[in-house]
Nanobody, 121 residues
Framework: QVQAVESGGGLVQPGGSLRLSCAASGSISSINSMGWHRQAPGKQRELVAGITSGGSTNYADSVKGRFTISRDNAKNTVYLQMNNLKPEDTAVYYC???????????????WGQGTQVTVSS
C-alpha cells in the first residue's frame, strides 16, 4: 500500500503565500514522479506542477513564475511553494504519486485526499 498525505492548505489573501507538503509512505519500491493537481468547483481537475525523482519539473501555464515544486527524495516528500496567490488559485489541491509499490512490477498513481486552498480578501 502507498499513501499520500497533504498538508499546508488554508485561507490566504490575494498576493499571499502558502507552502504545501505531501509525504508518501507505505511499501514503496520506487517513485517515478510526484506532483500536484487541483480542482475548483465546476472545473476539471488539472495538473499544477510535477517533478520526477531526477528533478525534472513542469508547470501549468497559469502558475509559471509564481509556484515552485521541489522534492526530498530521501523523505518521499514533495512541496509546492505558492507565491502571489490569486483568487483563481482557489481549489482543492491533490498530491499525486506515481510509484511502484513493493511487490508490484509497474507504476500506479496514488492520490492524497486533498487540501483546501482558498484565496480571498
Amino acid at each position: 500500500q502507498v499513501q499520500a498525505v497533504e498538508s499546508g492548505g488554508g485561507l490566504v489573501q490575494p498576493g499571499g503565500s502558502l507552502r504545501l507538503s505531501c509525504a508518501a509512505s507505505g511499501s514503496i519500491s520506487s517513485i517515478n514522479s510526484m506532483g500536484w493537481h487541483r480542482q475548483a468547483p465546476g472545473k476539471q481537475r488539472e495538473l499544477v506542477a510535477g517533478i520526477t525523482s531526477g528533478g525534472s519539473t513542469n508547470y501549468a501555464d497559469s502558475v509559471k513564475g509564481r509556484f515552485t515544486i521541489s522534492r526530498d527524495n530521501a523523505k518521499n516528500t514533495v512541496y509546492l511553494q505558492m507565491n502571489n496567490l490569486k483568487p483563481e488559485d482557489t481549489a482543492v489541491y491533490y498530491c499525486n504519486v506515481l510509484a511502484v509499490a513493493s511487490g508490484r512490477g509497474w507504476f500506479d498513481a496514488y492520490w492524497g485526499q486533498g487540501t483546501q486552498v482558498t484565496v480571498s480578501s
